[in-house]
């Protein structure tokens, strides 16, 4: 996660942050089980704080990336809580374009479409809400929680995140990140690589902000998860019944083999729209496995019933 630092920050537990200390907590639902999960966790913590009133339910929408009808299941989740909810997207082509214009799809080692259509997006959504509260006569900088669903067990690289960080950038005011820039002007001046431990990331906090990042779920299994889903009654999408084992994009780049086919076989029309893309620009989806490739499985095979689930 960019600009992740951790801080040993008074009034910090080891697990539940100081909600009462954020003028604003952006909760990010995707529509999925996790976000789902990690909705109402933070709803649990929050009404114990009392400060159900600063949530807001943010979702990135990927437009025809993502599942059909994502975008009102999230909100349908926000409204049952009464939360308020907001939806961010990247200005300009959406993601099947995007990819086209670049000439390439992302993967694993170069996720651009996460920071384009979510990370960015979410971040013009900080700067609105300090816009608002600067409007109700707020002064100094404003501070915002930013809460996720991800979980260790998704992959190695989310096992390293750590459960509650600051979201760090050279122009962040704070001690910390003071701290670090200081290490790091040398460095700077001398055109030399700035060491690790006085990194200052590329955060979102500045000097009108300060974000830090929650995941409430982060240490959760899958079990924990569908167990809380279950029992707060909310209704989950449909690609769940159809057998995929998770609610990212159609089409995720690092999803199983399984999971691609059985997208393929519910959507074949977007799985036929990716391949067109690849034959243009002559770009794989994957080095492993081409468009094309998972549309004649999809077509040769009847509908698969075991959908693996993948690491991402």
Known sequence: MAGQ?????????????????????????????????????????????????RIVVVHA????????????????????YGLRFEVVARTGSGLIERIEERGMFPDAENRWCTS????????????ALVRELEA???TGQVRI??????????????????????????????????????IAEPYKAKKLPVPKHARTGHGASNSLRHVDTWLPVHSWSTDDVWR??????LRVHDAYQAGMPRLSCVFCVLASRSALVRAAQLQPKKAARYAAVEAKIGHRFRLDVSMAEIIAEAEATPAVAAVACWEG
């Open 5 to 53: 630092l951790a801080l040993d920050l008074p009034g910090f537990g080891p697990e539940v942050p100081d909600l009462a200390s954020y003028h604003r907590i952006v909760a990010n639902l995707s529509g999925g089980k996790d976000s789902i999960a990690m909705l109402v966790e933070l709803l649990a913590h929050a009404e114990a704080a009392g400060v159900t009133d």
């Open 61 to 80: 929408d990927l437009g025809d990336a993502e599942w059909e009808g994502t975008r009102d299941l999230a909100a349908e989740h926000a409204a049952a």
């Open 116 to 127: 384009d259509f979510k990370r960015g997006p979410v971040r013009r959504l900080f700067t």
């Open 136 to 138: 109700a006569g707020h």
């Open 145 to 182: 929680l930013n809460v996720m669903g991800l979980r260790a067990d998704e992959s190695p690289a989310r096992r390293k995140l750590i459960a509650f960080t600051h979201d760090g950038a050279w122009t962040c005011p704070c001690r910390e990140c003071r701290r670090r820039r200081a």
């Open 228 to 233: 809380t889903v279950r029992e707060s009654g």
